[in-house]
């Protein structure tokens, strides 16, 4: 029922810095938490942060201080800044978020396709 489209992703060099944004799509009564995971080749899937309705937030350490995450609640959007990228944040970024078809219903996750952060010279 919920759609997720991220963008953003790009061929970076060390130091510089991205923006992803992530917009939900299609019929649901609220989304409760969304953000971000990452996969690097050869690792597991891991959270790099994310954010609640009321704006609180939750970072992975390898990120405290470097990314900011942000959403709008009217739009169903949710956005990574990234600053100061290292080629360790090489990785194909998902946009995560929990759902409620109803207002009643149990949570749902859904994911976006992912999008590609490369950070390298």
């Known amino acids: 029922q919920v759609q997720l489209v991220e963008s953003g992703g790009a061929l970076v060099q060390p130091g510089g810095s991205l923006r992803l944004s992530c917009v939900a799509s299609g019929n649901f009564y609220s989304i409760s938490i969304m953000g971000w995971y990452r996969q690097a080749p050869g690792k597991e899937r891991e959270l790099v942060a994310d954010i609640t309705t009321g704006g609180n937030t939750d970072y992975s350490n390898s990120v405290k201080g470097r990314f900011t995450i942000s959403r709008d609640n009217h739009k169903h959007t949710v956005t990574l800044q990234m600053n100061s990228l290292k080629p360790e944040d090489t990785a194909v970024y998902y946009c995560?978020?929990?759902?409620?078809?109803?207002?009643?219903?149990?949570?749902?996750?859904?994911w976006g396709q992912g999008t590609q952060v490369t950070v390298s010279t």
């Open positions: 995560q978020a929990k759902s409620y078809l109803t207002f009643s219903s149990g949570p749902e996750v859904n």
